[in-house]
Each structure stands twice: as structure tokens, then as C-alpha cells.
């Protein structure tokens, strides 16, 4: 027997499964799993990193006080001190619980929330408990009847991953005001800005109403920046001098950085995705539904379809790879018998639609 044996949570913590690549594929891969932006990012994010790539040897501004202000004035955030960046939000979702949730503490979130949160927790030592759903929607409700005690942190994602429905405004300030203080409520954006301006400064005001509230958010998804790994959190000011504390010194790569910078000022490429996914994510779901597959109304980059049964699922699933097209299976998160495809380029789409056209209509 191996000697040196993981912290027992740690070796009980299942991995996060990710959308992954399509292997053995016979052309271009349509990639619909990962709800990335189909148009890459910004010319001028690309052109920002591109820029300061010769100066590598250099560590990063530990401050980070470009990227925070830039972001602070593209969102009307008016203290950027509270204001952090991390690599991705990924980092934000495992810090903050490192910071408020351990061995004996509970985190909450929701039947069919971002698998993360899970991971997070286990990996964390803490008990991870999962408020139920109706109709793929999270409520106020059962969120509340939820939470005990013990519970440190509450989870949303809104609009949620996978299923992209999401809470009101007012529903989100009604459960704000009767959630216990002792628990931390992360509401996490990361698909925000396909609701618009309006939307993201509700979510942005939110982290205003109380000292508990904490805002994450991403360069992933509308900016297009997945493989840089860049994300934001805006928090109380208590928060995030403990965020600070704990968070590696250079969590960012100056390209990354750079990039973010150059993204948040480029409003007529976030207008133009925004716009793209709007117009394909009406286009799809009435095709999927005229197919005879339901979908929930989705608020963000993707849309997911009930096949039935998991098997006609799962063979939907292999007739799609079997046309080079990848979309994600959600069983893993409770939904078996549907599958979730993101918005992609107008040429994705169509193949994506056509090769479930064929498969519909033999099964
Ligand atoms: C709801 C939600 N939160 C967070 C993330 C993580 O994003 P990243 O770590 O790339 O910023 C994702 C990615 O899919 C997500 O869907």
C-alpha cells in the first residue's frame, strides 16, 4: 500500500467531467459542449495579448490593477478594491470555500446546479447538499428549506448550468432577505451578459443589498476567453480582504490580463455575440420543438432537449459523434434522458439541427 494517502475527503471527491474533444472524428468538428463563444474572442483581446507575450519573463502587476478598474468601469462598479480576478471562476468557487466551508459546514445549491460547486465542496471537506428543483428551475423555497445551521454557502448559478433557466431579480432579493446572515450567498453570472446591460447591473446591485452577498463571474463564455482561464468576483469589502489573503500572489497570466482588459472595452463584439446567440437560441429551440423534443426556455448560451428515455438519448448523443458533432450529456447532472447543446457559429447550428432532422425522424 502506498504510503502517502490523500485527507480522506479528498480521495472520496469525484473529478468534474468536462465537455472534452470529439477523438476520431472524419472533418471539422461542430463543438457544441462547452458553451464557448463561436467566434473566438476579440480581435482586440487577441491583439492585447499578443502585445505583451515578449515581456513573459516578467511576473505580472500583483495588483492587478488594470484589469480591476477596467473591469470596475465597464460594470459601474465603483470601488474597484472590491473588485478580484482569478483564474477562471473556477478559482473563485474553490477559494471562497476554502475560505467559509470545511469539515462539519454544509454548502447548498441547487438538483441540477454547475457540477463544481460539488466538486468544490468534497474537495473542501464539506457536506455538500443539494436543494430540489421543479420543473429544472430552482426556488426560493426549497432553497430556504434547505438551509440549516450548519449550511456556510449558498451556490446559484442564474441562469443555471445546465439547464439555463433561471430565478427573477425579485425572487433573487427575496431569498437574499431571508436567507440566514451566517451563510454566504455566491450567486455566480458566468452566463449574465447574454441577458443584456440591464440584467448584469440587477446582479451587480445585488451584492450591494447585504454584506453577504458575493457576485462570480467569467471571460469563458460571451468574451470568449475560455483558454486564457480569467474570471472576476465583485464582494463585500470584508470578503474580499480575505480573498486576497489566500489567493495565489500571480493567479493571472499577464496575456490573460491583457486580454480581459481589451475584451471589457469591446462592446460592439459583446453586443454582436449577444445578438448571434439571441436570435440562433430562438431559431433552435423552435426546430428541436417542432421535432418533437422539449426544452425549458433557455437565458444563456445553450439549450437543452428531453429525448424520452436515456437510451434515445444516448443514441441521439452517438448519431450526433458519429456526424462529428459534440454536444454534452447530462446525466451526470440528474438529467439523463436530455441532452444540452450550446449556440454555436450559424454553420454549426444547421448541421447540428439536420443531423437530429435525420435522427427524429427514423426514431
Ligand atoms: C455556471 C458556471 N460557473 C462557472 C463556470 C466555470 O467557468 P470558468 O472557470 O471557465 O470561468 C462555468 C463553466 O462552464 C459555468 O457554467
Redesign the pocket.
Known amino acids: 500500500m502506498n504510503t502517502i494517502q490523500p485527507l480522506p475527503h479528498i480521495a472520496a471527491t469525484k473529478p468534474y467531467v468536462p465537455g472534452g474533444k470529439l477523438h476520431g472524428a472524419k472533418g471539422p468538428v461542430a463543438m457544441l459542449a462547452?458553451?464557448e463563444n463561436p467566434f473566438g474572442p476579440s480581435p482586440r483581446a487577441i491583439e492585447a495579448a499578443r502585445a505583451v507575450i515578449g515581456a513573459s519573463h516578467v511576473y505580472p502587476d500583483p495588483d492587478y490593477g488594470a484589469l480591476r478598474s477596467a473591469i470596475a468601469a465597464a460594470k459601474g462598479i465603483a470601488d474597484v478594491s472590491r473588485v478580484v480576478q482569478a483564474a477562471?471562476?473556477?478559482?473563485l468557487?474553490h477559494l471562497l470555500t476554502q475560505c467559509y466551508a470545511g469539515p462539519g459546514d454544509e454548502v447548498l445549491f441547487t438538483e441540477h446546479a454547475?457540477s463544481?460547486y460539488r466538486v468544490s465542496a468534497g474537495a473542501h471537506g464539506a457536506t455538500p447538499v443539494t436543494a430540489p428543483e421543479t420543473d429544472m428551475t430552482a426556488g426560493v423555497n426549497a432553497i430556504l428549506g434547505s438551509v440549516t445551521a450548519r449550511t456556510k454557502i449558498l451556490f446559484l448559478?442564474n441562469p443555471?448550468?445546465p439547464t439555463g433557466t433561471m430565478l427573477s431579480i425579485a425572487e433573487l432579493q427575496s431569498l437574499q432577505d431571508a436567507l440566514p446572515p451566517h451563510v454566504l450567498f455566491v450567486v455566480?453570472g458566468?452566463?449574465s451578459e447574454y441577458l443584456g446591460p440591464a440584467y448584469e447591473a440587477e446582479l451587480r446591485d445585488l451584492v450591494d443589498r447585504r454584506d453577504n452577498t458575493v457576485m462570480?463571474r467569467?471571460?469563458?463564455?460571451i468574451y470568449g476567453l475560455?483558454a486564457m482561464?480569467?474570471?472576476w468576483a465583485y464582494m463585500p469589502a470584508a470578503i474580499a480582504q480575505i480573498y486576497q489573503r489566500i489567493r495565489g500572489p500571480f493567479n493571472v497570466s499577464s496575456m490573460a490580463a491583457a486580454a480581459g482588459i481589451a475584451s471589457v472595452g469591446d462592446e460592439e463584439f459583446l453586443t454582436m455575440s449577444r445578438d448571434h446567440n439571441t436570435k440562433w437560441r430562438a431559431i433552435m429551440t423552435d426546430a428541436l420543438n417542432a421535432m418533437g423534443l422539449s426544452t425549458p426556455v433557455s437565458h444563456a448560451n445553450f439549450i437543452v432537449s428531453e429525448f424520452g428515455t436515456a437510451e434515445r438519448a444516448a443514441a441521439a448523443n452517438q448519431h450526433l459523434k458519429d456526424n462529428d458533432i459534440l454536444v454534452r450529456a447530462i446525466g451526470g447532472y440528474g438529467l439523463p434522458t436530455k441532452l444540452r447543446t450550446s449556440v454555436g457559429s450559424a454553420e454549426d447550428n444547421q448541421r447540428f439541427l439536420d443531423a437530429l432532422k435525420a435522427f427524429t425522424a427514423r426514431r
Do not use: C, P, Q, V
Open positions: 462547452s458553451n477562471g471562476s473556477d478559482e468557487i454547475f463544481m448559478a443555471n448550468n455566480d458566468a452566463y462570480i467569467t471571460f469563458s463564455k475560455a482561464r480569467l474570471g
